[in-house]
């Protein structure tokens, strides 16, 4: 079984380069808080994941972004 901080670490890095890759403002607060998280090899933020998978979601139409995002509130 993988380690909860080694999977939300990965679903961190899949956030910032998909709100990279869709020019998402990088100054929104939740983006900030994964950036800073990850530049002080912290945990991520499961509040800051979610609002960025539901940005993502919104912005893409996604389902599997919807899912995502469901997931993590859940978590929470």
């Known amino acids: 079984m993988v380690p909860i901080e080694t999977q939300t670490e990965a ?3 899949r956030a ?3 709100a990279s890759e869709l020019e998402l403002d990088p100054g ?7 950036d800073e ?3 002080a090899s912290e945990p ?3 509040g800051a994941l979610v609002r960025a998978y539901w940005e993502l979601q919104r ?8 899912d ?3 997931r993590l509130a859940d978590a929470l």
């Open 11 to 13: 679903v961190r890095e």
């Open 16 to 18: 910032l380069a998909l």
């Open 28 to 34: 929104a607060w939740y983006l900030q808080v994964l």
């Open 37 to 39: 998280t990850r530049s």
């Open 44 to 46: 991520p933020d499961l």
């Open 59 to 66: 912005v893409t139409g996604r389902a599997d972004l919807r």
């Open 68 to 70: 995502d995002w469901r």
